[in-house]
């Protein structure tokens, strides 16, 4: 098979499906808190979070580099935070990390810009949508518990994850 796919741009993605891996590690790292404070909603929203929509966003580059003939390196996760002081520095740090990762993602696709890697624009431009609508999602969760007066209570038993 011919390779579709530069070294550079192969190499970065790998790194991308660690930091894809990585979210759903800090998301459950999330859940798992929200669990020992009883919140279950919240607990529930972080791991299918983790589930759903991060590892499935490592495995869209993994088949991607596989289509292309580049090789897939699977890197080390890194521990993560399992304590918080409360729901708003959780809450915050969510967003802050999906800002993060928009970063990252911006980064592919200059690269693959500067490469000319026309193959790769489809998935990048999903993924640019994707952070847009994953950094509403978690904006959104954190205005919601703002206007319920962080009552913890009656915040917590409606969050429901769009699936």
């Known amino acids: 098979m011919v390779d579709l796919i530069s070294k550079e741009l192969n190499e970065l993605m790998n790194k991308q499906i660690v930091e ?3 979210s759903a590690y800090i998301y459950l790292g999330m859940a798992a808190w929200a669990i020992e404070k009883g919140l279950k909603g919240l607990a ?19 088949h991607y580099i596989q289509e292309t003939g580049g090789k897939v390196k699977f890197d080390t996760v ?6 918080y002081e ?6 915050v740090a969510a967003i802050k990390h999906e800002e993060y ?16 890697e026309y193959y790769a624009f489809d998935l990048l431009n999903w993924f640019i949508q994707e952070q847009i609508e994953e950094e ?11 206007l319920s007066g962080k009552m913890l209570g009656v915040w917590d038993q409606h969050i429901k994850h769009p699936e």
């Open 101 to 116: 990762i928009t970063n990252k993602i911006k980064e592919l696709m200059d690269l693959a810009t500067t490469k000319n």
């Open 86 to 91: 409360n729901v708003e520095e959780l809450l």
């Open 44 to 62: 529930n929203f972080m791991k299918t979070h983790a589930e759903k929509e991060e590892y499935k966003h490592a495995m869209k580059f993994t």
């Open 136 to 146: 509403n999602l978690f904006t959104d969760l954190y205005n919601s518990f703002l």
């Open 20 to 22: 894809e891996l990585q």
């Open 78 to 83: 890194e521990s993560v935070a399992t304590e």
